[in-house]
Nanobody, 125 residues
Framework: QVQLVESGGGLVQAGGSLRLSCAASGRTFSRYTMGWFRQAPRKEREFVAAINWSGGTTYYADSVKGRFTISGDNAKNTVYLQMNSLNAEDTAVYYC??????????????????WGQGTQVTVSS
């Protein structure tokens, strides 16, 4: 059974940084694509970033490009989202997701097979 467990969320001041972690278990993820999404109150879930675990290719939403970095540690089956220069618009619940396809990514939440429970990120202005 696949499990994704996020951690690292919290309260941070505008301009600050946080690093989210997503620990994956229950499967060999070498041929998976891992993604981060977020959902703010009264808004739809939106794509943030993704990484192909097999090749390491990364993808970013325009809103976070240059500020966020997604990376993966194959040995630990863990994906990270380093978030810098945070602003109030980044406030949301952040979710880790996985889809069993390599060399692929999607910005559509329904394309992903597995989800974590989410971690809250709050940026105070």
């Amino acid at each position: 059974q696949v499990q994704l467990v996020e951690s690292g969320g919290g309260l941070v001041q505008a301009g600050g940084s946080l690093r989210l972690s997503c620990a994956a278990s229950g499967r060999t993820f070498s041929r998976y694509t891992m993604g981060w999404f977020r959902q703010a109150p009264r808004k739809e879930r939106e794509f943030v970033a993704a990484i192909n675990w097999s090749g390491g290719t990364t993808y970013y939403a325009d809103s976070v490009k240059g500020r966020f970095t997604i990376s993966g540690d194959n040995a630990k089956n863990t994906v990270y989202l380093q978030m810098n220069s945070l602003n109030a618009e980044d406030t949301a619940v952040y979710y880790c997701a996985a889809v069993g396809r390599s060399y692929y990514y999607s910005v559509i939440p329904d394309e992903y097979d597995y989800w974590g429970q989410g971690t809250q990120v709050t940026v105070s202005s």
